[in-house]
């Protein structure tokens, strides 16, 4: 695995070199440790693990990835520059450890890979159906039910607070996550530089320096403490279940829950906390409307720019009836406009 670490399956014991193991659904257990260095690095073929999106590119800063190994267990591998960094497996530590009603992948280990200028991040799968790729075919009372469970993970994570506002994994956060900078983002939508830690003052300064720049309003008050939030809360990144194998994919490759289990569906895990980060309480709510996800996970289906709004403005309603501030009555607008 990359440069500096082996997974093999274990036969008897498990190596005292083991950083950490887990036993997979067939009762296989499979252990990561450190490569020997008498050991080649030259890949054999004799490969357990299975490419399930992404490309992998060492060397050549674009490496994103995921693969499935074994039955239970994925491997999450991100360029540095991309997205990589402990930001998202300390978040979902953070939350198992303070929020542990909140399903979210369970990590095993991470680690930098220095010579392919990759982070990896071993988790246990979520099984499930992503929410974009039922929403559509679920009936209305269900898509309500749905849209409060999330709500309600959501303010359960957001009510995990810091005194400063600062990333997951306490180092600097992606700027773009409190101005948008159209001009500084690259072709993967990245934002082009960090920002951070920030007192309450400091991040009033920041901003006000920012929004002064762009001829917008002076931002509101940005309150005494930061909350954590998922900050790209796409509807990609909410897993559903009713713990039975998921129907067929259909020609706009949607999952259509027969009417007779839609009620059975439940939000079973989410996805994808690498840019989490301890950010206003406003934000909570807002984050649904700083994303661009609504439109451009639409297009790809074929789907009306305004479906995927709707999602994103249904649950600002849920989280702003569970107490989160209103982003139509905060003035938040003013500053930030996605």
């Not at 093999?8 to 498990?14: A, L, Q, S």
């Not at 159906?129 to 309500?144: F, I, N, S, T, Y």
Request: proline fraction near 8%; glycine fraction near 8%.
């Amino acid at each position: 695995m990359g440069v500096h670490m082996i997974c093999e399956i274990v036969w008897d014991e498990v190596p005292d070199d083991s950083l950490t193991s887990w036993v997979d659904d067939s009762n296989v257990r499979v252990c990561i440790r450190r490569r020997p260095s008498e050991m080649p690095r030259k890949h054999d073929g004799s490969n357990i693990a299975e490419l399930m999106f992404g490309v992998v590119a060492p060397q050549k800063n674009r490496s994103m990835a995921i693969f499935r190994m074994g039955n239970c267990v994925l491997v999450k591998l991100k360029w540095l520059g991309l997205g990589g960094s402990r930001r998202e497996p300390a978040a979902m530590e953070l939350i198992r450890q303070k929020a542990p009603s909140v399903p979210i992948p369970e990590p095993l280990y991470d680690w930098k890979d220095p010579d392919w200028f990759c982070y990896f991040i071993i988790m246990r799968e979520i099984r499930g159906v992503a929410m974009l790729d039922a929403w559509w075919g679920l009936a209305e009372e269900h898509q309500q039910r749905l849209l409060r469970e999330m709500a309600l993970h959501i303010k359960a994570v957001g009510d995990i607070t810091s005194p400063v506002s600062v990333s997951a994994d306490g180092e600097p956060f992606a700027d773009g996550m409190m101005v948008w900078r159209f001009e500084e983002y690259n072709e993967d939508m990245e934002p082009g530089r960090a920002a951070g830690p920030f007192t309450p003052e400091q991040l009033h300064e920041y901003a006000t320096a920012n929004t002064s720049k762009r001829n917008l309003q002076l931002p509101p008050s940005l309150g005494e403490e930061f909350y954590l939030c998922h900050m790209d809360p796409a509807p990609d990144h909410f897993m559903i279940s009713d713990g039975q194998p998921h129907p067929p994919r259909d020609k706009n490759l949607q999952v259509r829950f027969p009417p007779e289990r839609q009620a059975g569906l439940r939000v079973v895990g989410i996805i994808d906390w690498e840019r989490a980060g301890f950010l206003p309480r406003l934000m909570v709510s807002w984050q649904f409307r700083a994303i661009i996800h609504g439109q451009l996970h639409t297009r790809k289906l074929g789907l009306p720019d305004t479906d995927g709004m709707e999602f994103l403005d249904a649950m600002v309603d849920e989280l702003v009836k569970l107490g989160c501030e209103d982003p139509e009555t905060c003035g938040y607008r003013t500053w930030w406009f996605p």
